[in-house]
């Protein structure tokens, strides 16, 4: 089992950048892939990065690609999500997901509580 704490969330103007970070519990931190999620009110919860348990590929949601990049640090048990040129519409409640083996699965994840973000246009 693993825990997840996200930080880092908070409110800035658009064009500006925030750095998203999931800190993991446990000793088996580098058995597991790592999502960051997202979901705005109104909307379903989106995949927007991943990264796989040795850090070596990692996928971007089209919406994000070239703005956002997620890493991972295993030294620190942590995942991070850089997250550039900020847009309104990446206003949503960010959640990292960690499951067992090559992907994240969403139905079997472990889930942390999230952290806010808001892009002021």
């Known amino acids: 089992q693993v825990q997840l704490v996200e930080s880092g969330g908070g409110l800035v103007q658009a064009g500006g950048s925030l750095r998203l970070s999931c800190a993991a519990s446990?000793?088996?931190?580098?058995?597991?892939?790592i999502g960051w999620f997202r979901q705005a009110p109104g909307n379903e919860r989106e995949l927007v990065a991943s990264?796989?348990?040795?850090?070596?590929?990692?996928y971007y949601a089209r919406s994000v690609k070239d703005r956002f990049t997620i890493s991972r640090d295993s030294a620190k048990n942590t995942v991070y999500l850089q997250m550039n040129s900020l847009k309104p519409e990446d206003t949503a409640l960010y959640f990292c997901?960690?499951?067992?083996?090559?992907?994240?699965?969403?139905?079997?994840?472990?889930w942390g509580q999230g952290t806010q973000v808001t892009v002021s246009s």
């Open positions: 997901a960690a499951s067992l083996g090559l992907y994240v699965d969403p139905k079997s994840a472990y």
């Open positions: 446990g000793r088996t931190f580098s058995s597991y892939a």
């Open positions: 990264i796989s348990r040795s850090g070596g590929s990692a």
